[in-house]
């Protein structure tokens, strides 16, 4: 008896032990001398493995003893993650990050890269949108931009000519009747998420803003009462008005919902992307190349020239713990080499940020893409807080249903972003 | 109704208490009987907190110490100030955000739902008790949807109740407009917890069934010789003489509804339109995850978790009265 008794005390103390192990060490370092750990959301996925291949290559040249181990996150769960991982002080030494909110909210625990990567400054776009303060926090990996794709099917169609849609907001809205009146609706639109206005904005921004008022925004001074800003949300709110966007827009989700209507031929424009999803490549496939086209931004305020919005859409940036900062950013510019960049482009169809790569074989559509990266300019939305953001979607929504003003949406907006 | 007096617990909580109880003694019992060493008995007098020290140890380590951190948490601040004391800062921003008020409002619907989603398995189980024809079929395929994910459940009805899905279709055969079930700020909230009721009444349904079984069929026989009409049965005898059960489901399907929507809401509407089916959960992953509000996400947490204590303790509170009752 006295045995058992020791032997189950014996027992019940060292399981004691160890669950108060496993509570105190939940957080144990990733970061040790000879290994680089990286979190993302892409490495899981086929299309990343010879971008990896490529990338590891070039970082083994540089630093052989070094192991790379990449980890990759759910991406609904990731920034939930990271965030977890930051105020813990501990985690991966190198993270992918999206351009814009996502990680200007996060620099105080990134390494600013500017001493790193100035040799690739030159080779790469995108940079403004991993940058806070003059600071560059991230290498871009592929662009994301926001062009306006159409259905030339449709187009010819409700007899319009596929080769030269509107290039004015009025003429836009009388082809939009006429392909009303051809049985197909306008727009393809999904704000289930509140991301509709992003694009919006982002898209009509260079047509509706003046060039002054476009640079001002993205310096960070934005006037929320001038007419032309005020312009976008009632172009907006017109579009809904005249029912050119497809039904049920706020239950629609963009991803994937709005894309699937646009790809199944039943709406003639969609405001895509330029990598990921909901872009080209996709389109391509189920429209067929010949019939996607891209279209500049129609002008809605007479003067105004339109550019294609787009900034760094993804990146790597390198944690403020990591043991040498060196190091880890070695592994970032390897990770934007121009032939990891190349195998990124050729199998995921994301436009890579090295606009060096050729993309002739890719179909129309992404050669005019990657034609107007030159003259373009960086997307407007990106240059809001995530805050003001969700903000815009939820009031976006209300716009759509009726229940705001136009002049109540700005107020809020502008109070949000003097805030943040 | 005397009759209460005399049914036996359908508290299986309880229940399981007691016999736990039970146990513990006999095996004390039966320890204390073989040879008494003086090292044997302070073993065995040590032996009872040495058996529940990992219990004790698991929830002070892993339940209070990171309430009270997260608690904490609460009162610093986020971003630059992270770290920093801030007071009440973070509660007055939540009170002052239309977002977490329309969270809060939405937790006072839930209650108010309430009555609903426990009348619904109380009103089915009551006729499969009754059996009604195919009562046995209903029984099991009423349970069905109680072992499909939220995930699942909320994918298929945002099939179904899609502007352009089979619902508005069938609507429209009838001459009936399409509604915007989701996409309608006015609708939305109540397709999520129609859904959610859908989803879940299976078990509130097998313990209202737990406790038809031990209610006096006699009675009812009674009742019915008396000539009382079903009306009158479901309100004179079986409500009646299954208060206890109705309490207990009143509390779990509270807190079924607080703590475990969040996937519906997730799948069928992420909080929208326009905000107006967020609930406080959503909104702390939203704070969280979203938007890197940590300490603000600690603070409706904080908020959160405030809510839940009220409703636990009225819940033991209400199975103490009716533990008293047995």
Not at chain 1, 203 to 231: F, P
């Amino acid at each position: 008896m006295r045995q058992r008794a020791i032997w189950s005390a014996v027992l019940v103390v060292g399981l004691a032990l160890a669950g108060c192990g496993s509570a105190s060490d939940s957080g144990k370092s990733t970061s040790s001398d000879g290994k680089l750990v990286v979190w993302d959301w892409k490495s899981g996925e086929p299309f990343a493995k010879s971008y990896l291949e490529k990338a590891k290559a070039d970082f083994k040249k540089k630093h052989a003893d070094v192991e790379v181990e990449f980890v990759a996150q759910p991406f609904d769960q990731y920034y939930t993650l990271l965030g977890a991982a930051i105020q813990s002080g501990k985690g991966p030494d190198v993270m992918l990050f999206n351009g814009g909110g996502q990680i200007r909210d996060r620099v105080d625990a990134l390494v600013p890269l500017d001493d790193y990567v100035a040799e690739d400054k030159q080779r790469l776009a995108g940079w403004e949108a991993f940058a806070k303060d003059g600071k560059t926090y991230a290498a871009p990996v592929t662009l994301q931009g926001y062009p306006i794709y159409y259905n030339k099917e449709i187009y010819r169609k409700a007899n319009l000519d596929p080769a030269s849609p509107a290039t004015t907001w009025d003429k836009f809205v009388a082809d939009c009747a006429a392909i009303a009146k051809a049985g197909s609706k306008c727009f393809a639109l999904g704000n289930k998420e509140g991301v509709g206005i992003q694009f919006w904005l982002s898209s009509l921004g260079s047509t509706t803003l003046t060039a002054a008022e476009y640079d001002a925004w993205i310096a960070g001074k934005r006037d929320w009462n001038s007419a032309n800003v005020k312009r976008i949300f009632q172009t907006w709110k017109e579009s809904g008005d005249r029912k050119m966007n497809s039904d049920g827009a706020n239950s629609t989700a963009m991803f994937n919902d709005s894309f699937a209507l646009f790809q199944s031929g039943k709406a003639a424009h969609v405001m895509g992307l330029m990598s990921d999803v909901g872009h080209w490549q996709d389109f391509n496939e189920f429209l067929t190349a010949e019939k996607l086209g891209v279209m500049k931004a129609p002008v809605v305020t007479a003067g105004t020239t339109p550019s294609l919005p787009y900034d760094g859409g993804i990146g790597y940036a390198v944690a403020k713990w990591t043991k040498d900062p060196k190091v880890a950013a070695d592994l970032v510019r390897s990770l934007s080499s121009a032939e990891a960049l190349k195998a990124f482009y050729a199998d995921a169809g994301a436009i890579a940020a090295d606009t060096t790569i050729d993309v002739s074989a890719g179909g129309p559509a992404v050669s005019t893409i990657v034609s107007e990266l030159k003259s373009g300019k960086p997307a407007l939305h990106v240059a809001l807080s995530s805050k003001t953001l969700d903000l815009m979607g939820r009031l976006s929504q209300q716009l759509l249903s009726g229940s705001i003003t136009v002049d109540e949406v700005v107020k809020q907006l502008a109070a949000s972003d003097q805030a943040g | 109704m005397p009759m209460g007096n005399t049914q036996p617990s359908v508290r299986p909580a309880s229940a399981g208490r007691a016999g736990g109880a039970a146990v513990t003694s006999a095996a004390h019992r039966s320890g204390a009987r073989p040879r008494r060493t003086r090292g044997g008995l302070r073993a065995e007098r040590y032996a009872p907190y040495i058996l529940v020290l990992p219990a004790v140890l698991i929830i002070v380590l892993l339940r209070l110490y990171p309430l009270l951190l997260g608690v904490n948490f609460s009162f610093t601040g986020d971003g630059e100030q992270n770290g920093t004391a801030v007071g009440f800062g973070n509660y007055r921003e939540l009170f002052a955000d239309p977002l977490f008020q329309t969270a809060l409002k939405n937790v006072g619907l839930l209650v108010l739902l309430l009555p609903v989603a426990v009348a619904i398995p109380g009103l089915l189980a009551t006729f499969i008790y009754l059996r009604v024809p195919g009562h046995r079929f209903y029984r099991s395929v009423y349970f069905f949807p109680a072992v499909l994910s939220p995930v699942i459940v909320g994918a298929i009805f945002n099939l179904l109740l899609a502007f352009d899905g089979p619902l508005n279709a069938v609507l429209g055969s009838f001459g009936i407009g399409p509604v915007d079930w989701l996409g309608d700020p006015d609708i939305a909230m109540f397709m999520v917890v129609g859904v959610h009721i859908w989803a879940t009444f299976g078990m509130a349904l097998v313990v209202f069934l737990a406790g038809f079984a031990t209610l006096d069929a006699a009675l009812l026989d009674a009742a019915r010789v008396d000539g009382a009409t079903l009306r009158q049965v479901v309100w004179h005898v079986i409500i009646p003489a299954l208060s206890r059960t109705i309490q207990f489901v009143f509390v779990t399907t509270m807190i079924g509804m607080l703590t475990s929507m969040f996937g519906l809401l997730y799948i069928m509407t992420s909080g929208g339109p326009e905000g107006s089916t967020y609930l406080p959960e959503f909104y702390i992953w939203k704070q969280q995850g979203q938007m890197n509000r940590p300490a603000l996400a600690s603070a409706a947490s904080t908020i959160l978790f405030m809510i839940m204590l009220v409703v636990g303790l009225l819940q033991i509170k209400l199975l103490e009265r009716s533990g008293k009752e047995d």
